[in-house]
């Protein structure tokens, strides 16, 4: 036999019995039941031990339908809606802050007064410490004229019995009579609407938030509007002050009408039934006649649904003085029922409470004193004297 066919053969001899050998092989390996998936751990299940271990039998019933038992858990996190802390438990809180802001006012009173018979410096001086505190002309007139006359004709030199007349006397000012309640109720059943005016930058769309919250803690149910269609983050804003204690907002976008926001949020109100409707309005500028003119507008259209139970105007208390230019043309606008002093916290300038209520002739109802989001308080005449005079 030629040697090289033998050779060919030959290897074709091996070629064809090594292929028979790896078929059996294969066939072998998949008859083999599955090997532990424990000696199966990759480098990442090795290097991370808490991984779960696999279950061979879940994955089966999973491939073939079986699902029944295997219902994938709803994760998608449930909204926490906040409780609100009671209004009247603010005032202890935010008495401290207070005091401490306006103490060089009440001390420096305290320290004039309870010196026994004053000097007509001192008199003036007295005046001085009052008018830098934003009490104003008129008023400050009112009260050195009573102190002189009751410290006089009752000769008191004694600092506390001083501190008492002041006192009183303060508090007379301040107008512990005026009525301070919140018309938040409609008639016929139908919401109360608080319509929130302001100027830029004072606070409004936050002061709005912190209302709905006083007004949650009173269990009453609300409904915001973002009529503040100007600005492009304050719908935002209000939406998610709303979101923290379960409070709907009504909005559009932005460049919208503002008026027909308002006759909007309104209208939902009504068809919810809810007891109160705020909105919030944008910040207007008080030399802007057409602004101003245009927030009259809303105040009209709002009232094709229902009438504005009240209108609250929001001041920055470190304004001073400006703060009642403000509050003189807004009045002239929108027939303003109620004062928001914002900032309160930050001024020695609390007179301002005083002078504004003189040239508007409406009440401060509302007083902010911090950052926080329960830092809006009704405004309490006697804690706010009190705290005037706190050394």
């Known amino acids: 036999m030629n040697t090289e066919l033998l050779v060919a053969l030959i290897a074709l001899a091996i070629v064809v019995l090594g292929g028979g050998i790896a078929y059996l092989v294969a066939n072998r390996q998949r008859e083999l039941p599955p090997p532990d998936v424990a000696d199966e751990l990759t480098e990442r299940e090795i290097e991370h031990p808490e991984l779960a271990p696999v279950d061979l039998e879940e994955v089966e019933e999973l491939e073939a339908g079986v699902v029944e038992d295997h219902q994938v858990p709803d994760t998608a996190p449930t909204p926490t809606i906040e409780r609100p802390e009671a209004p009247r438990g603010r005032l202890s809180r935010l008495r401290s802050r207070l005091s401490r802001s306006q103490s060089s006012l009440g001390r420096g009173l305290l320290a004039l007064l309870g010196g026994g018979d004053l000097t007509e410096d001192q008199w003036e001086e007295i005046e001085d410490t009052l008018l830098a505190a934003d009490v104003g002309v008129g008023p400050t007139t009112e009260l050195v004229g009573n102190l002189r006359a009751r410290l006089a004709a009752e000769g008191v030199k004694d600092p506390e019995r001083a501190k008492a007349v002041l006192r009183e006397e ?194 401060v109802k509302y007083v902010g004193l911090g950052e926080g989001p329960d830092d809006l308080a009704p405004f309490d005449p006697e804690e706010f004297v009190d705290a005037l005079l706190e050394a």
Not at 297 to 307: C, D, G, I, L
Not at 317 to 331: E, K, W
């Open 170 to 363: 303060l508090l007379g000012l301040v107008g512990p009579s005026l009525d301070r309640t919140t018309r938040t109720t409609g008639d016929d059943g139908v919401p109360g609407v608080v319509l929130v005016v302001g100027v830029n930058g004072t606070g409004k769309t936050t002061t709005v938030g912190r209302l709905a919250r006083v007004l949650v803690a009173e269990e009453r149910s609300v409904l915001l509007g973002a009529a503040d269609t100007f600005r492009a983050a304050a719908a935002d804003q209000l939406e998610t002050w709303g979101a923290r204690v379960g409070v709907p907002t009504v909005r559009s976008h932005e460049g919208a009408d503002p008026a027909s926001v308002g006759f909007e949020a309104v209208k939902q109100g009504i068809a919810d039934g809810v007891d109160v409707v705020l909105i919030d309005t944008a910040g207007r500028l008080h030399t802007k006649s057409g602004l101003m003119d245009e927030l009259g507008k809303v105040k009209r259209v709002v009232e094709k649904q229902a009438p504005v139970t009240e209108v609250l105007l929001v001041i920055d208390a470190t304004t001073g003085q400006n703060g009642l230019t403000q509050a003189r043309v807004f009045g002239e606008v929108v027939d303003v029922t109620g004062i928001v002093l914002t900032k309160l916290d930050g001024t020695a300038k609390g007179g301002i409470v005083i002078a504004v209520q003189r040239e508007l002739g409406v009440p």
